[in-house]
C-alpha cells in the first residue's frame, strides 16, 4: 500500500501477564472499508482501544495519516480524526439524543464550528441516522437499535477520516442488518474510511474490500474477502467455529 | 417573561425585606441568612457532584478555608475588600492544586479522599496554633453585620444559581455530565477531562469560598469543629439529593425543604434532633435518588415554567 | 531518642493498631464486597461499645464475656442493616448509589449517635471499665498485659477471618464478589446474600472492636463518624481487597499516632488523615492495592 491512513507497526498489548496483541502490524487504506475478523479473544476490541489510545500499545506505533499517534490521549487522537463505536452500546445514558451527538460537534473536532454550522451538522447527522424524530429523548429511552444508531451519530459527529465500527451489525435482524450495511457504506461514500470488526461473515465479506484476520493476538492474514477465506490457516483458526467457517466457505 | 417572573418576584421580595420595621425582622435575616448559606453550599456543591458526578464529600473544606483565610488576613491588617478576594483566589488555587492528584482517585475513593481532606484540615487548623488561633478559635473585631450580610448571602444565591443555570447549558457544562455519564468515552469524544475537571471544582469552589470569608466576618468567631465539621460536610450532599441532584433547581429546593424541616424539628421537639434529622436523610437516600424535582408533578410544573431540562 | 523510649511507643503503636487493624479489616471487607462507604460503622462500633458496659455495669459480668455476648449480635444487626437500606440502592447509577448509600449510611450514624447519646443522658460522658490487671514489666519496657490480652483475641479474630475467607464457601464466594461481581454473578453466586454476610461479619469486627475499646480506653456517643474516617483511611491506605495492605495500615496508622503523638499530642491525631492523602496522591490505588 502506498500512503495507508493508518498504520500499525508490531502492535503489542499485555494486560497483567496475558498477551492479547502480539506484534500485529497492519495498513488501512485510504478511503476504504477494511474488515477485521477473528474468533472471540482473538484482540479485535484490543486493537481498537490500542489505536483511540483507550489502551495505548505496551510496545509498537501507530501512523495516522503519516503521523505517530502513539501514546497520545484518546481525546487528542479524536480530534485527530479518528472515533469509534463500542461493542457494547456506551451513549451517555442520561443525555439527550441532541447532547450525545453535540459532544461529538463541540469537542471532538479540531476546529470550532460556529453555532449556525453546529446546528446544521447537528440536524444533518440526525437526519443522516433517522434520530430526528427522537431528539429530545434521553439515550436511556431509546430501544438497542437506535442506540447503536446514536453511537454512530455521535461518532460521525467528529468529523473523522477514520471511524472503527466494533461489531455494529451483531444482535441486529436480518432486515436490520441490511440496513445497517447500507449505512455503512454512505458513511464510506462520505469519503470516511471505515474499518470495522465483525462476527457476521456475509457482512464483513459483502463490505470489505480487504480483511484482517485476527487469532490470539495475532495478525494470521489479510488481503481480499476471497483470498483470505481460501488461506488455510485462517480455516483452521475457525475450525470447531461451525458457524463460521461455514460463512467463510460461502 | 414568563420563565422568569417565578425567580425575579421572590428575589425582589427578599431584598425589600430588611427594609421591614418589626422586632422579629433581625431574627428573620439571621434564619435567612443561614438558609442562603445552605443553598449556595448544596448548589455549588451540585456542580461536581451532581453534574459531573463526582461526590465531593470535601465541599465544605473550600468553605473552611475562605472562613479562616479571611480571618487571617483581615487580622494582619488587610482591608476587608482586599481580603475576601485574596481569600477567594487562595481557595481557588488551593482547589486548582487538589484537582491534579484527588481526580485521578474515581468513585469512592474519590469521595473518601475528599472527605479525609475535610478532617484533615479540622487538624491541621488545630495544630497550626500561631497561624489559626487553633482550638480555640479565631476572633475578629465585633459587630453586628446581619444587614449587609443578609444582602450579601441574598446576592450569591443569585449569582450561584445563574451560574448553575449558565453551566449546565454551557459546552462546559455538558463535558461535565459527559464525564458523569461515562468518563471513559467522553474522553474518547475529545473531552479533555482533566481539564475540565479541574476547571469544574475551581469553579464549584469560588462560592463556598466567598461565603466562607463572609461568614467570618459576619459571626465574628470561627473555630476548626465549626467550618470543617464531618456533619456539616455533608449537608449539602442530602440537600442537593433531597432536591434533585443533577438538576439546576434541585440543590436550591432540597437546600429549602431540609432546611426548613430541621427548623421544624429544633422548634417542635426537646430532644433528638440528630436523631430525626438522620432519619429525614436515610429516608431520601433510600426513597429519592432523583429527588423531588424529578417527580412526576414537579417535573410537569418545571415543564409548564419552561425550566425543564433536556439532560434530566 | 532514649532506646526503652522507642521500645514502648513500638510496642504502645502496635498494640492500638491491632484493634484499628480489626476495625478497618471489617469495614473494608463491608466496601470490598458492596463498593459502600459504611459511614455507619464506626457507629456500631461505638453502640457495641455502649451495650458492653451497660451489660458489664448492670450484669456485673466478666467485660470479656460481655463483648462476647454482644458482638455476636452485631452480626445480625450487620445483616438487616444490608436487607433493609443498602440492597434496595443496589440498582441505581453508580454515582447515584454512591450518593444514595452515603446519606442512608450518614442518617443511620445520625441516629444511633443522637439516640445513644439520649439514652447515656447526655452524651457527654464517657463509658468506660474498669478492670486491674498488673502490668508486666521487662527492664525498662512495660507490657500493658491487658492490652496484650486484646492484642491476643484481635490477632484470633483477624486470624479467623482469613481462614473462614480461604476455606469456606461462603468465604471464596465473598472474595469473588470482591473481585468481580459480574463474573461472581454469572457463577451463581447470591450477591445479594454475601453482600448481607460481608455486613454482617463486618459489622460484627466493629463491635468486637468497640467492646475492646470500651475495656481498655473508653467510648463517647461522638467518635463514631470520626472513627469511621480513620478506619477508611486506613482500608484506603491498604488497597481495596488486601486484608493484608489493611492490617498493615491499621498497625502503621497505631505506631504513627504513637510515635507522632509523643512529640506532640495533637499532630498524633492528623496522622491517619494526613498519610491518607499522601498516599492517595502517590498510589491512587492503596499500597498494596493492585
Ligand atoms: N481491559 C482488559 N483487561 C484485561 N484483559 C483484557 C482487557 N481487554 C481485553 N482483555 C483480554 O484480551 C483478550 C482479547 O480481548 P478482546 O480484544 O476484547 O477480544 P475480541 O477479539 O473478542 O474483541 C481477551 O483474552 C480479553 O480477556
Ligand atoms: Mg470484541
Redesign the interface.
Known sequence: MSDPLLQGRALVRDFAGLRALNAVSFEVARGSITGIIGPNGAGKTTLFNAITGDYPPTAGRVIFDRRDITGLAPNRICRLGISRTYQSVRPFLGLSVMNNVRIGLLYGRREALTRGEQEREMFAILDFMQLRAIADKRAEELIPLERKRLELARALATGPRLVLLDEVIAGLTPTEILSMMETIRAINARGITVLLIEHVMKAVMGLSSEVIVLHHGEKIAQGDPAQVSQDPAVISAYLGQADLSAGLRR | MKRTLPFVVPTALLLALPLLRIDARDYVLQVLTLLFLNIVLAQSYDMV?GTM???N?GHIAFFGLGAYALGILYNAGVPFVPAVALAVLAVMAFAALISY?FF??R???F???A???V??ME??T??LNWLTG?SNGLKIDPANRTVPMYLVSLAVVVIVLLASWVISRS?LG??M??I???E??????????RLVKTQALVVSSIFPAVMGAFYTWYINFIDPGQVFG??IA?TP??MA?LGG??LVIGPVVGAIVLYMAEEVIWTQFD?????M??????????FM?GGLMRLRPLDALLGRLGWRE??? | MDLAILVQLLINGILLGGVYAMAAVGLSLIFGVSGVLNLAHGEFLMLSGFFVYVVYDRLGLNPFLAVALVAPCFFVVGYLFEMGLIRPLALRKEHVRLASATLVTLGVALIVEDATSFASLGGSFEKSVDIFVPTLVLGTVFLPSLKLVIFAVVLALIAALFLFLKYTYIGLAVQAVTQNRRGAVLNGVNTFRINAIAFGIGTFMAAAAGGFEVIHSAVAPDIGLPLTLKYLSIIVMGGLGSFAGVALGGVIIGLGEALVGFYNPAWGQTVAYLLLVAILLVRPKGLLGK
Open positions: 457532584g458526578g463526582y461526590i464529600l492528584p485521578r482517585l468513585g469512592a475513593y469521595a473518601l479522599a472527605f479525609g481532606l478532617k484533615l487538624y491541621v488545630i495544630n487553633g459546552r455538558l463535558a455530565k459527559s458523569r455519564e461515562d471513559e468515552v467522553a474522553r474518547d469524544f475529545g473531552v479533555p477531562t464531618l456533619k455533608l450532599v442530602a439529593m441532584s443533577g430532644e433528638l434532633h440528630g436523631a434529622l438522620g432519619g429525614v436523610i436515610v429516608v431520601v437516600g433510600l435518588p433536556d439532560d434530566r
